[in-house]
């Protein structure tokens, strides 16, 4: 996790002051002083491409107000996306705002596209969060939340559609508080309610914005109705701040205030740190709240200097976010088409230039960069030159994959790539033509390419060509990108889910030996194992340990046991499914001057380990997924009763906005294939649902 780092500088009574930083040069420290890059959070529908695209109109990157409904946003450009009205694909978008570059990503908030944010926020210094003032927190936003967290991203939030029924910002900021466990620190209070929602209090300036129809932004006195209440919320936001900074504890016992200079410096640190989140809302689709969210933006999220400088993957080597520095940059996202592939990249450190040659050292290939693109979304502009901090396209590259580090090929580096997530859903696919087989496989080699959490194979018994995703809908997005972009009638299967299996109970002291002799030198290894299950809530899924003494098995044979072992868990007794959960100690061995080898315990390992899990008791796992259902009060019932007959667990059944009722439910994800069809036709098109991961569950027993 990254840990960000605070300046020691006093910043001015402005809300867009920038952070003054040190660096080797300083015109170039400066310049990326200026620059942000930033993710926008959230779960579906809760407004984040409608946020992206008032960013874009209002920093004057754009010309006209896109639409979600019409199809006509900048960053949900492909097609699928403005068919279907949800973002799929992560899309870069780079903008000004008060002398600021804001490198902005509009990431997805469907759970199936979960891996388009990981690899986003692999590559991210900050975040805004976007929530729905009616629903407040919601399980993908939960989840994207808990991601940003893993990468150390600080986070602002933004409480949207405040001028729905039934928007209330302090239920939003309880249910960040009880959901999310930050200090959330609201710096605005609205004025108006729902359809009257016209503006909000600036709580840190104590100022009126207010915004007309037309989208116009005035700034004026506090209305006289609001100023009890923002005054009380203005003391409230000194005294939890002053509990979490000490310069403004200091100035709160000096003055019995805390200035506005000290209560942004102190929002500022506390929101880089992680010790408390800045809330603000609006209402994206009337245009209301979206300029001081960008100056909240420019003040309190870090720029590439606030963070530590990056790390290669094994931390022997660092290098600053400065343009003299050896070339450093990380390609996160892939677009691989029949025309050509385009590459985008973070540049960390040093300078890349148009036609420069740089090193893959993950394959070790020199790529040459033909062209370096700015980007927006699917539009490009080129440039001579990326530095550290930039966010850019480039077309050049022919075998560079997601997660690989491109660098002067002189001072090589590699960094940490961004991990994938499993695959837990499985469809064959066939060309419906014979002729397409050929084309079918270039097409979804190319979208692996684009997506390492898709996963392709031959089914070694069937020989079919598989496909593997993170969901129903991701696969279902996949193949008809397919078929989109290839012409290709491509034939689905019935989804497969994607099973394992665990160890419920073990063997002590299970001897194997394995001798063989060909003629030349044999293999000979004898091996003692204890094998038993893991405990419950152990985070790995396999667990190593030797306890042998006297040099009984040296110790290059005993890590050759570790890596036979793992061999052995790649499929399972029951029906061939990769093993979890798993404990293997080596308690004894034995060893032959002339026939031991690491090859020889390798192998040893891997059979011994196979024989003693057909001898352990084995059980099978589903996966399992956590799926929040929201339907009308009139409908319950119904869809209880489909819940308990597809294996679900109901956990709670609350009350929701309106006259609905909100099940919480742990559902095998099997039997979630075809659910969206029945929630409609059993709640007349009114019922919602989402999904999030929830690990793997005990499938039951086949009959029989």
């Not at 779960?43 to 874009?56: P, Q, S």
């Not at 692999?122 to 991601?147: I, K, N, T």
């Not at 508080?177 to 709580?203: C, N, Y």
């Amino acid at each position: 996790m990254r840990t960000h780092t605070t300046t020691a500088s006093t910043t001015t009574a402005s809300i867009t002051a920038s952070t003054a930083t040190t660096s080797s040069t300083a015109a170039a420290a400066t310049g990326i002083a200026a620059v942000r890059n930033l993710g926008i959070l959230a779960h579906v529908d809760a407004g984040k491409t409608t946020v992206t695209e008032r960013i874009l109109y209002l920093t004057g990157t754009t010309h006209k107000r896109g639409e979600v409904h019409d199809g006509t946003t900048v960053t949900d450009f492909d097609p699928q996306e403005r068919d279907r009205g949800i973002t799929i694909f992560a899309a870069a978008v780079s903008c000004a705002w008060a002398g600021h570059r804001i490198n902005l990503i509009d990431t997805p908030g469907h759970v199936d596209f979960a891996d388009e944010v990981e690899r986003s926020l692999r590559v991210l210094d900050g975040a805004v969060a976007v929530f729905d003032a009616v629903a407040g927190v919601e399980p993908q936003s939960e989840s994207v939340w808990r991601q940003a967290e893993r990468h150390g991203v600080p986070r602002i939030a933004f409480v949207n559609k405040l001028d729905r029924a039934g928007a209330d910002l302090d239920a939003a900021v309880d249910s960040i508080r009880e959901r999310l466990h930050p200090r959330p620190l609201a710096v605005q209070l609205p004025i108006g309610a729902e359809e009257s929602f016209t503006g909000v209090v600036d709580l840190v300036h104590l100022r009126a914005l207010t915004w007309h129809e037309d989208g116009a932004m005035a700034h004026g006195p506090v209305p006289a109705h609001l100023e009890g209440p923002a005054a009380e919320r203005r003391r409230a936001l000194e005294e939890a701040v002053a509990e979490l900074y000490p310069r403004a504890l200091e100035e709160f016992c000096t003055h019995g205030t805390v200035g506005a200079a000290t209560l942004t410096a102190a929002l500022r640190d506390l929101t880089r740190t992680g010790e408390a989140v800045v809330v603000l809302c609006g209402s994206a689709y009337r245009n209301r709240g979206i300029e001081p969210l960008l100056d909240a933006a420019v003040a309190y999220l870090p720029s590439p200097l606030d963070v530590p400088p990056t790390r290669s993957a094994d931390r022997t080597q660092q290098r600053d976010p400065d343009p003299e520095q050896p070339l450093t940059a990380l390609a996160f996202k892939v677009t691989a088409a029949p025309t050509g592939r385009l590459t985008h990249l973070r540049v960390y450190a040093g300078t890349l230039h148009k036609g420069a040659t740089v090193l893959d050292t993950a394959t070790g290939r020199r790529e040459r960069v033909a062209r370096i693109l700015t980007v927006l979304a699917d539009r490009h502009t080129e440039t001579d030159h990326a530095r550290a901090g930039d966010i850019v396209a480039v077309v050049g590259p022919k075998h560079t994959r997601v997660g690989a580090t491109l660098c002067d090929p002189d001072h090589p580096i590699l960094l940490e790539a961004p991990v994938s997530a499993e695959p837990v859903v499985t469809v064959a696919v066939e060309a419906r033509r014979a002729t397409d087989t050929d084309k079918l496989a270039a097409a979804l080699a190319r979208l692996a390419e684009e997506d390492p959490s898709l996963r392709v194979a031959t089914d070694p018994e069937t020989g079919q060509r598989t496909l593997s995703g993170l969901g129903e809908l991701h696969l279902e997005v996949a193949v008809e990108k397919v078929r989109r972009d290839s012409g290709i009638e491509a034939v689905v299967g019935r989804p497969r889910v994607a099973l394992r299996e665990a160890l419920v109970e073990g063997v002590t002291g299970f001897v194997h030996r394995h001798a063989k002799q060909d003629g030349g030198a044999g293999q000979f290894a004898h091996l003692v194992l204890d094998v038993h299950p893991l405990p419950d809530g152990a985070e790995a899924e396999f667990a190593f340990a030797s306890t042998v003494t006297g040099g009984r098995v040296p110790r290059e044979y005993v890590q050759a046991v570790e890596a036979g072992c793992r061999d052995a868990l790649a499929e399972g007794p029951l029906g061939g499914h990769p093993v979890t959960g798993v404990a293997v100690t080596l308690t004894d061995g034995a060893t032959h001057p002339k026939d031991s080898s690491e090859l020889a315990f390798r192998t040893a390992a891997r059979l011994g380990l196979r024989e003693a899990l057909r001898a352990s008791r084995m059980h099978l796992l589903e996966p399992v997924a956590e799926v929040t259902v929201t339907v009308p009060e009139d409908a319950l019932g119904t869809v209880l009763g489909d819940l308990a007959a597809r294996r679900g667990h109901v956990r709670s059944t609350d009350p929701g906005p309106g006259a609905t009722a909100r099940v919480g439910a742990l559902v095998p994800l099997a039997e979630l294939f075809g659910y969206a069809g029945r929630l409609r036709g059993r709640t007349q098109g009114r019922g919602t649902f989402t999904t999030r991961p929830a690990g793997y569950a005990p499938a039951p027993t086949p009959a029989g």
